[in-house]
Structure formats: C-alpha cells, structure tokens
C-alpha cells in the first residue's frame, strides 16, 4: 500500500479509505491511482481493469470529449443536463473547458443523466 500511495501521490491513509468507499474523491486522484496500477481511468472505475495505452489522452481532455459528445448527441443544452443531472451549469462548462477538477459524485450525475455508465463517460472512444 505505501508504494502505491508514493507512486500515486496519495496518502495512505486515503488509500485505505477509498478502498473503504467512504470518501467522495476528486477525478484527478482516481486517475492518478490508475496511471501508477497501469490502467485506465475509466476502467478502475469500471467491471475490469484494462491496461492504460502510452498514447491514452489526458483524463481531462477524454472526459471533456465524451461530455459534449454526449450531450450534443442527446440534444442537450448543458442547461438542460444540469437540470436532468442536479450538476450546476456552471460545473458542466467548466469540465467541458478542462478547468474544474470535478469528483466522482459529480461524474455518476452527469453519466446517468447522459445514459452512461461511468466507465464510458471516462474512456477514450
């Protein structure tokens, strides 16, 4: 656990309550977890955990890519998905500019409100 922590930037004892699944974590600390286990993100988070490709894109670039593909898909303004999500519009535009760290409650929102699964709204297509 202490190598993992060390290589994920992580403390320890966050280790051990995510594992726990009693905190709410910030995207950016998911992903660091799975760049030191050599996955990818959106597979930590998914059924199975799938080797992460050297040419994978950054995790903020692939969420930002599948949000506003998705919502354009559906037809949706982002006023319109933070009113099926309860994600404030304003947290939409920011993670689809890349500029706000959202967590994973957050992601879980707006993935079901998109049809989603999480997993999906955080892998490369």
Do not use: C, F
Request: hydrophobic content about 45%; overall charge positive; aromatic content about 0%.
């Amino acid at each position: 656990m202490r190598a993992l922590a060390e290589q994920a930037q992580v403390t320890r004892r966050m280790l051990q309550i995510l594992e726990k699944g009693r905190t709410n974590t910030a995207l950016v600390t998911v992903d660091r977890l799975a760049r030191a286990l050599g996955v990818s993100t959106g597979s930590l988070l998914g059924p199975r955990p799938v080797a992460r490709q050297d040419a994978d894109n950054p995790i903020e670039v692939v969420l930002a890519q599948n949000l506003v593909s998705a919502r354009k898909r559906l037809a949706l303004t982002q006023e319109m998905l933070s009113q099926r999500s309860g994600v404030g519009r304003d947290l939409i535009g920011h993670i689809e500019r890349q500029s706000q760290n959202p967590s994973i409650e957050t992601l879980v929102k707006l993935a079901a409100a998109l049809g989603l699964t999480l997993e999906a709204l955080l892998t490369s297509n």
